[in-house]
């Protein structure tokens, strides 16, 4: 399966700040997403990162907030835009081989 | 859209007995239903995965039962070990290849 870079592991952020993630795979995927966890909580699906147009967002989460781009089959970045403490949480690239999903490792970002 | 309801969302088991984790979906065009083990800081391993021309996988200690037309299907751990102790996902998806994720399982193994 394959590999996937996620970065910032962790960060620590002001309120009204925004901040960029970004997801590296060791391989060409036509299918990543982008995956939020709050403390406690589950997995909700944010957007799906489309190579080369903009991301399709699900309902809940629009562009201002969260905008992606997608480069390239291997690259993927997700800004986490003016945020407030509710937007702390793991936010998780991922990417589909064969309706598998496999996961970076997270970016855990505490908003004071 | 696809919804998917997870039950029960703690669960206690003592070492050796058996768990079981129960998920419905509501979009009959679901036609894969992956279950992930979350350890504690870590991210979620794919565990075992089922899809919908199968009415049951097993894996060693893991198995994994679809009932399509109740649309309904289960997570079995057998002799469980502390090891088990993690949360447990599943989640649904159809041909978009996007996953969406019931609540969750925390089971617990006690020694």
């Known amino acids: 399966s394959a590999v996937i870079s996620q970065k910032p592991s962790r960060d620590i952020c002001q309120r009204g700040t925004s901040l960029t993630i970004q997801c590296q795979v060791d391989?060409?995927?036509?299918?990543m997403f982008w995956y939020r966890q709050q403390p406690g909580q589950s997995l909700t699906l944010i957007a799906t990162a489309n190579q080369g147009s903009e991301a399709t967002y699900e309902s809940g989460f629009v562009i201002d907030k969260f905008p992606i781009s997608r480069p390239n089959l291997t690259f993927s970045t997700l800004t986490v835009s003016n945020m407030s403490p509710e937007d702390s949480s793991i936010y998780l690239c991922s990417v589909s081989g064969a309706n598998v999903l496999t996961f970076g490792a997270g970016s855990r970002l505490t908003v004071l | 859209g696809e919804n998917v309801e997870q039950h029960p969302s703690t669960l206690s088991v003592q070492e050796g007995d058996s768990a079981v984790i129960k998920c419905t979906y509501s979009?009959?065009?679901?036609?894969?239903f992956p279950w992930y083990k979350q350890e504690l800081e870590k991210r979620p391993q794919l565990i075992i995965d089922i899809r919908s021309n199968v009415g049951e996988k097993k894996d060693q200690r893991i198995a994994v039962t679809l009932n399509k037309t109740a649309k309904h299907f289960s997570l079995h751990i057998t002799e469980t070990q502390p090891e088990d102790s993690a949360v447990y996902f599943c989640a649904a998806s159809s041909n978009t290849g996007k996953l969406i994720f019931g609540q969750g399982t925390t089971l617990q193994v006690k020694p």
């Open positions: 391989s060409q995927v036509t299918m």
């Open positions: 979009d009959s065009a679901s036609n894969y």
